[in-house]
């Protein structure tokens, strides 16, 4: 689509003909097709190489196509991705409770709360699948039953059995399986792999994406790559929060220097905050760790029925503990969506019935389950997660409950992206968490995997050909292009102002600070004085971080890891501003995002439909200052309800 | 707690290396072995010295990026942990730990903690996958796979890359994390068809780059994913039948 306009202008998310289901079919014959001995004339370069990374790169591969991947990894087997526990979601149906295609996009819309796109559901939960037949057949090691089939369990938000697992090491197994497939294309010589490499910038001549810019890590070199297209696939931007559930080195330099080059950026203020995390426990602590959202299967979530009982957990009756989960929510439980189970914890907290040494959990008790099905049993099913949570806290699960808080997790906004995910610069698409698609307004679990092996392994390869098919014959444009240079440049003068500052205070002292404004601003609860309270202190801090930052060596040209986190943050200063200024426009609660001043008597979020159906997609101009353009939602196949789980 | 960590220092990989001194005196035994040393190095930088590069992510146990040798031990003292679910409290008060990178000839050192282990995804290159197209792929409940069996395959399939085993063999050899992929494709249905051709491919790149076995089993007791060296003998095997059928191929 051309290049959008100014402020109020409808944006178009090119949604195929026809019924629902058939959609993807309709879509997949309009296309324009690439012919398989064309493809090798196409040169696409891939950004990222996570679950959604490396399908694509794999499958774009194997088509037959030119692929150059960036990682800033040393291997790909490193990305994030590989951090995700807890499972995959298929309509499979395997255990005839009742599941379909349908239903899971019914439960997938519902617990985005209306706010992502029907078609592009649907989608997703057709080709969820193929996703888990790809997957067996490369080898992953799913969980079987005694039979030999596939075992499934269930996650929050649905009350059928469709979460297909591998221990607690889901994400782990799944990335090794498109990890492999795209080292087979390594070795077979379609996929160039280039690790250690930083993109830090996309290039656009005449309005298109031609290639990127990016710096070898190791020796500061920086090198200019052009391409028919370029894919990005870097994840979402979860530490901007500082400290949340994302590896260390997650960042939103790849998307946000897309959005600075023109790419609209989607709904950046719904950010999911995952229910079952480990407290923070002390000042350094440079993340948070989550514990598998399957845990809530077996476990029970209480905390003490009167504030201030600060007796061991096992001392304390059962008649004055309050499951509050079950008493809220009975039909659900436990496994409600993420985001009512965060705010359930958050009130425990405030009603001064937090639990643990520094008052910042609730108990997640697995008493009662050991108590019916056995050590063994908890042991095979979660016995990782034990163990894991064991070495962090050092308390041991099986004798004490759980302690766990709310932690940011997972990104729902991201660059905008049509049903092609291509974004609004023609010849740059966006998959994976990169992109805002298709949680809507939070994420229900088990979700984050499926979209991005659905974009990296099915939809990609297939949307993408109609973009090359006409630019069959035109070469790439050459790097020695103005353009190419001037990205160049403004990189190294980024880099050059960053060493030449010699200010009083790290990248990462900021990078901490900027998190607790985000944090306590634009967290699990906003408000209007808050947010605003937020945009004016991170403007303040983002003035001290150009003024006062120091950067240690003070040269480029050699492994610098504290002049990379140097270059991260300060896009996160300028993310974190738009995060801030979406949930103030966006006056309602809906998912991840939650108004104070919009909900019910009983605590519960407030949508407004009638005003807010849409996704709010933001166009750059210069830092503190965006324009609005708006995507309306349209429903024509669920009922928009008030999201209930009780 | 006061903790002294004498430090590997090596700007470049071919830079002569030494050992640096740093104290730490506001550890606490909550925090895990890499946020002792982010403090170090906020303190260096606010020092005007340049802070200790090392590499790691996820910082819970499983990207593999982490990895360095404590006290001369493979992420340190702990069994079946990394150095990033490595916490303060087994230290005591005013010990002295000593941090290297991990030594092997087939990882160069880049920078101070910070190896190269690209060596690793070339054995992977080799074949340590399974050949299947995107979308070829029959219903995955097609071929029964009996729970104990899947549930092997997934003990090797556990091995994150972080090149421990290496690091700690005496040989600098790199059977474990070889065999643990070997052995996860080998028992499953699905890698039976490049069964041989697998195994003997990925341990002719793994032996170009890598020392020999000769069965210390140290790289057992420093996998923080505890892999058994059982899957070692299963990749022999394979390896040893490998040159019968790999012959009879080429006969044909």
């Known amino acids: 689509m051309s290049q959008p306009g100014a402020s109020g202008d409808v944006l178009d998310g090119r949604i195929p003909r026809g019924p629902l289901h058939?959609?993807?079919?309709?879509?997949?014959?309009?296309?324009?097709?690439?012919?398989?001995?064309?493809?090798?004339?196409?040169?696409?370069?891939?950004?990222?190489?996570?679950?959604?990374?490396?399908?694509?790169?794999?499958?774009?591969?194997?088509?037959?196509?030119?692929?150059?991947?960036?990682?800033?990894?040393?291997?790909?087997?490193?990305?994030?991705?590989?951090?995700?526990?807890?499972?995959?979601?298929?309509?499979?149906?395997?255990?005839?409770?009742?599941?379909?295609?349908?239903?899971?996009?019914?439960?997938?819309?519902?617990?985005?709360?209306?706010?992502?796109?029907?078609?592009?559901?649907?989608?997703?939960?057709?080709?969820?699948l193929?996703?888990?037949?790809?997957?067996?057949?490369?080898?992953?090691?799913?969980?079987?039953?005694?039979?030999?089939?596939?075992?499934?369990?269930?996650?929050?938000?649905?009350?059928?059995?469709r979460t297909f697992y591998a221990r607690g090491q889901t994400g782990q197994q799944l990335l090794l399986g498109c990890y492999q497939a795209m080292l087979r294309q390594v070795d077979?010589?379609?996929?160039?792999?280039?690790?250690?490499h930083e993109m830090l910038d996309v290039v656009v001549v005449d309005g298109r994406a031609v290639g990127v810019v990016v710096r070898d890590l190791l020796t500061g070199e920086i090198t200019s790559h052009s391409a028919h297209a370029i894919v990005l696939a870097t994840g979402g931007y979860s530490n901007s929060f500082f400290l949340s559930t994302n590896a260390v080195n997650s960042n939103a330099t790849a998307i946000w220097r897309a959005h600075k080059?023109?790419?609209?950026?989607?709904?950046?203020?719904?950010?999911?905050?995952?229910p079952t995390c480990i407290p923070q426990s002390e000042e350094f602590q440079s993340k948070l760790t989550l514990m598998s959202e399957s845990l809530r299967n077996d476990g029970r979530i209480w905390v003490p029925a009167d504030p201030g009982d600060d007796r061991p957990p096992n001392q304390v009756p059962a008649d004055e503990r309050d499951y509050y989960l079950?008493?809220?929510?009975?039909?659900?439980?436990?496994?409600?969506?993420?985001?009512?189970?965060?705010?359930?914890?958050?009130?425990?907290?405030?009603?001064?019935?937090?639990?643990?040494?520094?008052?910042?959990?609730?108990?997640?008790?697995?008493?009662?389950?050991?108590?019916?099905?056995?050590?063994?049993?908890?042991?095979?099913?979660?016995?990782?997660?034990?163990?894991?949570?064991?070495?962090?806290?050092?308390?041991?699960?099986?004798?004490?409950?759980?302690?766990?808080?709310?932690?940011?997790?997972?990104?729902?906004?991201?660059?905008?992206?049509?049903?092609?995910?291509?974004?609004?610069?023609?010849?740059?698409?966006?998959?994976?968490?990169?992109?805002?698609?298709?949680?809507?307004?939070?994420?229900?679990?088990?979700?984050?995997?499926?979209q991005g092996l659905a974009d990296g392994y099915f939809i990609i390869p297939?949307?993408?050909?109609?973009?090359?098919?006409?630019?069959?014959?035109?070469?790439?444009?050459?790097?020695?292009?103005?353009?190419?240079?001037?990205?160049?440049?403004?990189?190294?003068?980024?880099?050059?102002?960053?060493?030449?500052?010699?200010?009083?205070?790290?990248?990462?002292?900021?990078?901490?600070?900027?998190?607790?404004?985000?944090?306590e601003h634009c967290g699990m609860m906003r408000s209007r004085p808050g947010l605003e309270k937020g945009v004016a202190e991170i403007r303040g801090l983002r003035d001290e971080f150009r003024n006062d930052l120091r950067v240690l060596p003070q040269t480029s040209e050699t492994l610098n890891q504290a002049l990379e986190r140097a270059g991260r943050v300060a896009d996160f200063f300028e993310l974190a501003e738009l995060m801030c200024i979406d949930a103030l426009h966006r006056d309602e609660s809906a998912g991840g995002h939650f108004r104070e001043e919009y909900q019910t008597e009983n605590g519960e979020p407030q949508r407004r439909d009638d005003d807010f159906s849409y996704v709010a997609a933001w166009a750059f101009n210069r830092v503190g200052e965006w324009d609005l353009l708006k995507e309306d939602l349209t429903f024509e196949y669920v009922e928009l309800k008030t999201r209930t789980y009780e | 707690m006061r903790i002294t960590v004498r430090v590997w220092r090596q700007t470049g990989p071919s830079a002569p290396g030494r050992f640096e001194t740093y104290v730490a005196d506001r550890v606490s035994g909550e925090m895990s072995f890499l946020e002792m040393l982010d403090q170090i190095n906020e303190e260096l930088i606010s020092d005007g010295d340049e802070p200790i590069a090392f590499d790691s992510d996820c910082r819970e146990g499983i990207c593999g990026s982490c990895g360095m040798m404590i006290n001369g031990r493979a992420h340190g003292p702990l069994t079946a942990t990394a150095t990033c679910q490595l916490h303060m409290r087994h230290f005591r008060d005013g010990d002295e730990i000593v941090v290297e990178p991990w030594r092997a000839s087939a990882f160069p050192v880049?920078?101070?903690?910070?190896?190269?282990?690209?060596?690793?995804?070339?054995?992977?290159?080799?074949?340590?996958?399974?050949?299947?197209?995107?979308?070829?792929?029959?219903?995955?409940?097609?071929?029964?796979?009996?729970?104990?069996?899947?549930?092997?395959?997934?003990?090797?399939?556990?091995?994150?890359?972080?090149?421990?085993?290496?690091?700690?063999?005496?040989?600098?050899?790199?059977?474990?994390?070889?065999?643990?992929?070997?052995?996860?494709?080998?028992?499953?249905?699905?890698g039976q068809a490049e069964r041989y051709s697998r195994a003997a491919d990925m341990v002719d790149v793994m032996e170009q780059y890598f020392g020999s076995c000769t069965n210390f089993a140290e790289c057992e007791a420093a996998c923080p994913k505890a892999i058994s060296i059982d899957f070692i003998a299963m990749m022999n095997r394979d390896y040893l039948k490998a040159q019968f059928h790999i012959r009879r191929k080429r006969q044909v």
Not at chain 1, 133 to 161: H, K, N
Not at chain 1, 261 to 274: R, S
Not at chain 2, 157 to 176: D, F, K
């Open chain 1, 261 to 274: 080059k023109g790419a609209l950026f989607a709904n950046p203020c719904f950010t999911q905050i995952h």
């Open chain 1, 130 to 161: 193929e996703i888990i037949d790809q997957a067996v057949a490369q080898g992953v090691p799913f969980a079987r039953e005694y039979g030999g089939l596939l075992d499934t369990r269930s996650f929050g938000g649905a009350q059928v059995s």
């Open chain 1, 22 to 128: 058939d959609k993807w079919d309709n879509h997949r014959f309009d296309i324009k097709l690439v012919n398989p001995a064309n493809k090798r004339r196409f040169t696409i370069i891939v950004v990222g190489t996570g679950l959604a990374g490396a399908s694509a790169a794999a499958t774009l591969g194997e088509l037959g196509y030119n692929v150059e991947a960036f990682t800033y990894h040393d291997s790909p087997r490193r990305a994030h991705s590989i951090a995700a526990q807890g499972g995959i979601n298929a309509a499979k149906n395997y255990r005839s409770d009742g599941d379909s295609i349908w239903r899971l996009f019914y439960d997938t819309v519902k617990g985005g709360d209306y706010r992502s796109r029907e078609a592009n559901v649907y989608r997703l939960a057709q080709l969820s």
């Open chain 1, 326 to 450: 079950e008493r809220m929510y009975p039909a659900f439980g436990n496994l409600v969506p993420r985001d009512v189970a965060s705010r359930a914890a958050k009130r425990m907290i405030d009603q001064e019935r937090g639990v643990g040494p520094l008052n910042n959990g609730v108990y997640l008790d697995f008493g009662d389950a050991i108590g019916r099905l056995g050590r063994d049993t908890i042991a095979d099913r979660y016995g990782n997660l034990f163990q894991m949570y064991e070495r962090i806290t050092g308390d041991d699960p099986y004798q004490v409950p759980m302690r766990i808080y709310p932690a940011p997790h997972y990104t729902m906004g991201g660059l905008w992206v049509d049903y092609n995910l291509s974004t609004t610069v023609p010849g740059l698409y966006a998959i994976g968490e990169a992109n805002f698609s298709d949680h809507g307004a939070n994420r229900l679990g088990a979700s984050a995997l499926m």
């Open chain 2, 110 to 190: 880049i920078k101070d903690l910070v190896v190269n282990r690209s060596s690793l995804d070339r054995i992977i290159e080799a074949g340590g996958y399974v050949s299947v197209n995107t979308g070829s792929a029959p219903d995955a409940n097609l071929i029964p796979i009996p729970k104990d069996v899947a549930d092997r395959a997934f003990d090797a399939a556990a091995c994150i890359g972080c090149g421990a085993c290496v690091a700690a063999c005496p040989n600098g050899a790199a059977q474990l994390f070889t065999a643990s992929k070997v052995a996860h494709l080998d028992m499953l249905p699905q």
């Open chain 1, 462 to 519: 297939t949307t993408i050909g109609d973009y090359l098919a006409p630019l069959l014959g035109e070469a790439p444009v050459p790097t020695d292009h103005p353009e190419f240079e001037r990205s160049e440049r403004a990189i190294r003068d980024q880099i050059d102002r960053f060493i030449a500052l010699k200010g009083t205070r790290s990248a990462a002292w900021f990078h901490r600070e900027l998190g607790r404004i985000v944090w």
């Open chain 1, 188 to 196: 077979a010589g379609t996929v160039r792999l280039h690790t250690r």
